[in-house]
């Protein structure tokens, strides 16, 4: 795609997308990103805003640069500042991410937040579309994108994303006027500080009257509310400070507005419990506060029809599981040394979130940016190179070969090539008989399987297309089964989906819903299959999930294993019954 810049012709690159969703494809170009919009989505009213964007925002909001125009001379896009390995503040709600960022350095992400924010405010701007994908931090540092969408003067901010919108501005067309205040960003970074501490939206839970966030929201009635089943995989909002608690407390259920009091989040400090290992930001331990003295943890525990034996347990973290030959192998890191299953040293530091592990056997690959090496027998046997996507590198393997990137080829083991793919753009999995991938160019999403042994991949597969922007991918496997699931961010709301495919590339079965509103499809991490039967760990317990007439829908939920998972729950099928893998540890259940 040829584009003009200060009068000067460029050339853009599918291979260098790095972002796409509904509005525009953000490109890569030298060390700048380029934003070109929908073609469908350019009017008189965005060019006239981008001509006379602020120029007086704080550094830490990428403005629009040089506007970016077609062969006619016609506004398309603009030039930013592109920042290198950022992440989204979604990330900051994620449990598995939070596992290596502490409550702490959260803390700091925010003031630095509320810093800019209020810069920002100064300007007479306001953030409008104030969301967890419109802000990327790196360290404790953080930055505001999309700023196009800024609200300011006579021009509005023209989308909005629900969960974290003042249900005071429900029902408002935006495109009409500017309707968005500071006290409105305000509420949007509360809804965004809660989320990102607690692992849950001020409005979260189940409640037997109002079934969706958004009901809830409108009626306030808040995850504080004593008929809300409180999720477990969650933080309790107890180990907040009274004051904290109390502010959320007006925001959320009696409609307090204004500017966020700096000091409940400079007066914060987090403790780590001497007694029972749980963070906390109160003067007593609020866990430890109101149980008797904790005995000894059983091995094994069984409600009604069903046990759970504890298998492992370690005072660090376990990074990855994987089923290999039916038996469960994985890594884990305890006082900064990372080991398998079986007590040999993989690596001798503590893994960051940009690191990524995958088993292969008795051996290791470890990954991180475009470079990964494979551990056997506590040495390094091997180092390569392999493509990425995003800030994450593109590697995978089944129990005996590895799977990457070179250039505009997938590869196997280094040498062999199987076939063409998109380079920077391609996402792959890898299962006992089959892999499954994808790469997205423009609004258009390629599927492909390849087989382990031959060469060639099979790029027909006749999936919906993704649509919006992507926020996740997995992809899980069982013989010659497979369930590709996704989260995406659509018209200001979060969808997951899963798709049952075989080794042919069959679709088997679908299912799309609201991720906050479902229970099946709440996550998409915490699934297994058993040949093309699904499972799905939930707050109520593990769920069967079968394909009728081209739909995956519940067909049973097994509520005696209601007391062992939760919806944040990693779970493996294996013969002998079902893993579950946690933070900590994993146990095996078995229905009797």
């Known amino acids: 795609m040829e584009v003009y810049v200060k009068g000067s012709r460029i050339t853009l690159n599918p291979k260098n997308i790095i972002g796409e969703g509904g509005e525009a494809k953000i490109y890569l170009y030298k060390n700048s990103a380029v934003k070109i919009y929908h073609p469908n989505l350019l009017s008189r009213r965005r060019e006239e805003k981008l001509k ?34 950022g992440e989204a503040l979604i990330a900051l709600s994620n449990k598995r991410f939070r596992e290596n960022f502490s409550s702490e350095k959260t803390a700091k992400v925010f003031l630095d937040i509320l810093a800019t924010l209020e810069k920002i405010h100064v300007t007479q701007a306001v953030i409008g579309d104030f969301n967890d ?26 989308v909005a994303t629900e969960q974290f919108l003042d249900p005071r501005l429900y029902g408002i067309d935006f495109s009409k006027r500017p309707v968005f205040t500071p006290e409105s960003d305000f509420y949007s970074f509360s809804v965004l500080l809660f989320r990102s501490l607690l692992l849950v939206s001020p409005f979260g839970g189940v409640h037997p009257k109002f079934p969706t966030l958004t009901k809830r929201a409108e009626k306030r009635v808040a995850i504080f509310n004593s008929e809300v089943r409180y999720p477990k995989a969650a933080i309790h909002f107890k180990v907040l400070p009274d004051d904290l608690l109390g502010y959320f407390h007006k925001v959320f259920e009696k409609d307090l507005r204004g500017k966020f009091p700096k000091n409940l989040l400079e007066n914060l400090r987090w403790t780590r419990c001497a007694a029972c290992g749980n963070f906390h930001a109160r003067a007593i331990c609020p866990y430890c506060a109101h149980q008797a003295p904790a005995a000894v943890k059983e091995i094994t525990a069984i409600n009604r029809q069903c046990s759970s034996t504890r298998i492992f ?47 292969m056997g008795p051996k290791t690959i470890i990954a991180r940016k475009n470079r990964f090496i494979i551990i056997g027998r506590e040495k390094v046997a091997e180092q390569r190179t392999t493509g990425m996507l995003g800030n994450l590198p593109v590697v995978e393997s089944s129990e005996s070969d590895y799977f990457h990137l070179q250039g505009d080829m997938l590869v196997k083991s280094g040498k062999k090539t199987l076939g063409n793919i998109l380079e920077n753009q391609t996402w792959i999995r890898v299962g006992s ?31 919906p297309k993704i649509e919006g922007q992507l926020i996740d991918a997995e992809c899980v496997f069982s013989g010659k089964f497979a369930l590709f699931l996704y989260s995406s961010k659509e018209s200001g709301k979060i969808w997951n989906a899963m ?21 099946m499809l709440s996550r998409i991490r915490n699934k297994t299959l058993g040949g093309e039967k699904i499972l799905t760990a939930s707050d109520e317990g593990l769920i069967l999930i079968t394909a009728e007439n081209g739909k995956l829908q519940e067909t049973k939920i097994f509520s005696d294993t209601e007391p062992f998972v939760n919806e944040e729950s990693r779970i493996f099928a294996a013969a002998e019954g079902i893993y579950v893998v946690s933070e900590k540890e994993f146990k095996l259940l078995k229905l009797l």
Request: hydrophobic letters at 40%; proline letters at 4%; charged letters at 30%.
């Open 52 to 85: 006379v964007f602020p120029r007086n925002l704080p550094a830490n909001v990428i403005t629009p640069a040089d506007l970016v125009l077609d062969q006619n001379g016609k506004v398309i896009g603009f030039s930013m500042e592109f920042i290198e390995d």
């Open 133 to 158: 994908l419109n802000v990327l931090f790196k360290d404790e540092e953080a930055f505001f994108i999309d700023a196009d969408s800024i609200q300011f003067g006579k021009f509005p901010c023209e």
């Open 313 to 359: 347990s370690t005072k660090g973290r376990i990074v990855h599981a994987k089923m290999e030959s039916g038996k469960i192998k994985f890594v884990w890191e305890e006082g900064g040394v990372v080991r398998r299953e079986n007590g040999e040293k993989v690596m001798l530091e503590n893994p960051d979130n940009f690191t990524r592990f995958s088993i």
């Open 433 to 463: 008989k089959f892999g499954f991938g994808f790469y997205r160019i423009g609004m258009k999403t390629v599927y492909f399987i390849f087989d382990l042994e031959k060469p060639g991949i099979n790029d027909s597969i006749a999936l």
């Open 499 to 519: 798709h049952l495919i075989n080794e042919k590339g069959t679709l088997l079965g679908s299912a799309k819903e609201e991720a906050e509103n479902s229970r």
